[in-house]
């Protein structure tokens, strides 16, 4: 189907599949109600618009003859870009010479493969927001998942402000009348994505799951967003784990851990979904469930065991029936408000760890509706719903993987497993869609499960870390090399369906990966070194009589702490004109505050090994020239290899110790010193560069079409002549990438 009918033929799929739908509300947040936002206004001005395109399809198709709108000049006619999330050089390279990855193989061996330069900081929202723009982070503006809110101190998402208050439909005067909800989405990212430069010019493109896509912006083309999109209540993720076992301890932070009893086989415990937007006070909405077991087992070999859940209220309830360690299809789950005619319609999977002889099941966290989406997760609003219909429910949550259960132990590596393939596959199906639908034009998918099967799964290369301590250390040990293989099968699939004259393929990640064993707390160095100080009243460690403080910087005195971290690399100076009770000076007093803090971490040595932490510190005014470097942290910490931020300085605490073991199954990470994690690039053609940066896609997509490329991106086309080089950032004590060992 030509790239201009794709649009036509998702309207159309959806006027005609789509049968009585029901209304969808938009959730604006946790705790902040719903703006009302109708599904069924929706799919009918769908339809509408459906027909309209059918009518004016003629007349449009004309206009493009006439203007040359659309039309591609050059051989290359379709651009497919795979995305690996946290796909490793090192460990790519790896499993070629084992022969698992025979189609990268191939490709590195007629085309082109190597390292690709990632983005500073190293981490996922900032190196796909580089992606897309083809600038760096003081130009997109995004420097970390969170960042401080200058005015309170408090975290904030860094990608998207949402906002909820009222609208006065008619003022008199100093009167208000028939005030109406409002509410607002706002993607923070800035810069303009390459594919809204090819739609200018009328050249279709197909994006599924590219980060830092929600809220989805308008463009000639379609657009499934990724990570960020919130869940049903509003948050990045919230599991919910029902049970048995009093000995489970409430989780760090992830979601909910609920005891329940246990009547003879009988269960029965509500789900919670989103606030009601009715309540006079805050109050969730719940969905009652009846848990029956039928025969009880662990989901060992000869004792499965089986759970039937009988879900909503007696007389319409939904009978779902799994066996223990399986997952259950999506299941939709429709919050109904006791105080008005508000409902929200959310999808979830349930998976059974057991009955016997503790009980628990796991549920994910409550996804947005794809076929009834509460909050815009799509470009046009229709492509969620056509794909839910044509291909089946799948996951919507940014972070769908649900890292933080496998954290807190709710489930284990299989249950892991298990869901991370269930969405790959929703990807694949999701991919292959866009592949028969868009035949020109580009289309790029980003696949998120080598990321965080790396991310779990990274301790079992690695006999010594400290998180295999009490865990299994061998179902899982082969999983990071298979899920690479999988992913190379994925890439013999799509060498398949392409033309090698037209198409052009290209597969990149954003960042690699190495072992996170240690935890280095910068608030708590920064309070030794006198550089944050604690208020008088601040909690004290029991053991060590030192001050410390809670989780988002609670207990910080403000009017005497020079500087702080948030997030997972940076360093914020409190400075006077920025933070609300900044003390520190610009000009003379903050150079040296940061040359201070930089040249003491630059000598921080972990007590437990000897070895230094840092390979670089890095100040934003040196490595940084856009106009957001005002906004960013004023340094990043270069970790080497095997350190990162520990896991309550990422959230703002300021414990007794600088240095911990990191023993959560989040065993692998990249939050380093960028030069350590580079991604990596695939070609089917040779590439002009052997130090390509992960800012060239941009420009590389546009020269592929015969597009100019806008003199604000720093990245330059991988083929044909480039321009000059950008500036590379080198560590004067350690100019090349440090060497690294792959355990096996």
């Keep these: 189907m030509p790239r201009n009918r794709t649009l036509l033929a998702i309207f159309l799929a959806c006027a005609f599949m789509l049968a009585a739908p029901d ?17 069924g206004l929706v799919l009918v001005g769908a339809l509408f618009l459906a027909v309209a395109i059918v009518f004016a399809y003629p007349i449009k198709m004309a206009m493009r003859l006439l203007t040359g709108a659309g039309r591609i000049k050059g051989k290359t006619k379709r651009v497919v870009i795979i995305g690996f999330d946290g796909m490793d050089p090192q460990l790519a390279q790896r499993f070629m010479d084992e022969g698992r990855m025979p189609n990268m193989k191939a490709m590195s061996e007629h085309g082109s493969f190597g390292p690709l330069a990632t983005s500073y900081p190293s981490m996922s929202p900032v190196a796909w927001s580089s992606f897309t723009t083809g600038v760096d982070a003081s130009r997109h503006n995004i420097f970390d998942f969170i960042t401080r809110d200058p005015c309170t101190y408090l975290p904030i998402l860094s990608s998207t402000e949402i906002r909820q208050g009222e609208k006065a439909l008619l003022k008199i005067g100093k009167f208000e009348f028939l005030k109406k909800s409002t509410s607002s989405i706002r993607l923070l990212r800035k810069g303009k994505p390459w594919w809204a430069i090819l739609g200018e010019k009328k050249i279709f493109s197909n994006i599924i799951r590219v980060p830092i896509t929600f809220p989805p912006e308008k463009f000639h083309g379609a657009c499934l967003s990724g990570m960020c999109v919130p869940d049903l209540k509003g948050t990045q993720g919230s599991f919910t784990f029902w049970t048995t076992d009093k000995a489970l301890a409430g989780p760090e932070a992830g979601g909910d851990v609920l005891m329940v009893a246990r009547d003879r086989n009988v269960l029965r415990c509500p789900i919670t979904g989103p606030a009601d937007p009715g309540a006079s006070k805050p109050e969730p909405m719940r969905i009652p469930m009846k848990i029956e077991v039928l025969e009880d087992g662990d989901g060992s070999e000869g004792n499965k065991g089986r759970v039937r859940l009988s879900i909503g209220t007696k007389g319409s309830e939904q009978v779902v029936e799994i066996g223990v360690k399986d997952y259950s299809d999506w299941v939709t789950l429709e919050f109904v408000s006791k ?9 979830a999977r349930f998976y059974c760890m057991g009955t016997a002889p503790e009980f628990g099941l796991y549920m994910t966290p409550i996804q947005i509706d794809p076929a009834n989406p509460a909050m815009p997760i799509s470009h046009p609003t229709v492509y969620s719903i056509y794909l839910a219909k044509k291909l089946g429910p799948f996951a919507t949550l940014g972070l769908a993987e649900d890292t933080w259960a496998l954290n807190e132990r709710v489930i284990d590596e299989e249950a892991f497993w298990k869901q991370s393939l269930n969405i790959w596959n929703e990807r694949r199906a999701q991919l292959f869609d866009a592949l028969k639908n868009t035949r020109k034009g580009s289309v790029v998918c980003v696949f998120d499960g080598t990321d965080r099967v790396s991310h779990m799964f990274h301790r079992y290369l690695d006999a010594d870390h400290p998180a295999n301590e009490g865990k299994d250390t061998e179902w899982g040990k082969d999983k990071v090399a298979e899920i690479y293989a999988t992913a190379d099968r994925l890439i013999g699939e799509v060498k398949g369906k392409l033309n090698p004259k037209r198409d052009q393929l290209l597969i990149i990640s954003d960042h ?27 909690p004290v460690d029991e053991e060590s009589g030192v001050p410390v403080s809670r989780d988002w910087l609670q207990d910080v005195d403000w009017e005497q702490t020079k500087a702080f971290s948030l997030g997972l690399t940076g360093l914020f100076i409190n400075r006077k004109g920025r933070e609300r009770n900044g003390i520190v000076e610009e000009g003379e007093e ?70 911990s073991d990191n023993t959560k199954s989040w065993s692998g990470d990249h939050c380093i010193d960028p030069r350590e994690v580079p991604g990596v690039v695939f070609s089917d053609t040779p590439i002009n560069t052997q130090a390509p940066n992960l800012m060239d896609l941009g420009p590389t997509v546009l020269r592929l079409f015969g597009l100019p490329i806008p003199g604000y991106m720093q990245g330059q086309p991988l083929f044909g002549p480039r321009g000059p080089e950008a500036p590379t950032v080198q560590s004067e004590a350690n100019p090349e990438p440090s060497e690294s060992k792959v355990v096996a």
């Design 23 to 39: 209304p969808a509300q938009a959730y604006i947040g946790p705790g902040a109600g719903f703006a009302v936002l109708s599904g």
């Design 339 to 347: 105080f008005s005619k508000v409902k929200a319609s959310g999808i």
């Design 512 to 538: 690699g990966f190495c072992q996170f064993k240690r935890g280095v707390n910068l608030n708590a160095w920064l309070r030794d070194n006198g550089f944050l100080v604690l208020k008088a009243d601040a």
């Design 590 to 659: 903050l150079h040296q505050v940061k040359a201070e803090i930089k040249a003491g971490l630059m000598k921080l040595e972990d007590p437990k090994t000897g070895e230094r932490v840092f390979r670089d510190v890095f100040d934003a005014d040196e490595i940084f020239t856009g106009p957001y470097v005002f906004e960013a942290p004023d340094l990043f910490a270069g970790y080497v290899r095997g350190y990162r931020n520990a896991w309550n300085c990422a959230t703002g605490a300021c414990p007794a110790e600088v240095f």
